[in-house]
């Protein structure tokens, strides 16, 4: 909560700025207040009310799904499997970086250059 918030939420902060201000602005003060607090009253009751109609709405399909003979399990089983695994389709192999002939004249392809090993380094 931020400062000036903590203030008007303390009674005797509020009465000490109070003496300072005239009634006129005092009665201004509570006007407006009044209307932020009426707004936010119609939101928290509109959004209760959409809460309220989608429980009502999840419980008549409970109960139809219920008066089917349907079980609640097996039917999220079968919306799970309908589900498509889309797997990604693969990319065309790239083409070799590196070539190169070994020992037996075989051509070989390399996709990134070996580090050299111990044993084949020409200096010694």
């Known amino acids: 909560m931020s400062e000036s918030l903590k203030a008007l939420n303390n009674i005797r902060t509020l009465r000490a700025q109070a003496r300072e201000v005239t009634l ?17 009253r ?3 009751s509109q959004a209760r009310a ?8 999840l ?3 409970r109960e139809m799904i219920l008066e089917q003979g349907v ?6 089983q079968t919306m799970d499997s309908g589900k498509s695994t889309s797997t ?10 590196y070539k190169y002939v ?7 392809n ?7 090993s111990s044993g084949n380094q020409g200096c010694h």
Request: hydrophobic share 30%.
């Open 88 to 97: 990604r389709a693969k990319r065309a192999a790239r083409p070799a970086k």
């Open 71 to 76: 079980d609640l399990n097996d039917l999220l």
């Open 24 to 40: 006129e602005s005092l009665e201004e003060m509570l006007e407006k207040l009044t209307v932020v607090v009426e707004e936010r």
């Open 42 to 44: 119609d939101e928290e």
């Open 102 to 108: 070994d020992e037996n004249g075989e051509t070989k």
């Open 50 to 57: 959409k809460l309220e109609e989608r429980n009502r709405k």
């Open 59 to 61: 419980e008549k399909v």
């Open 110 to 116: 390399l996709d990134r250059p070996r580090p050299y």
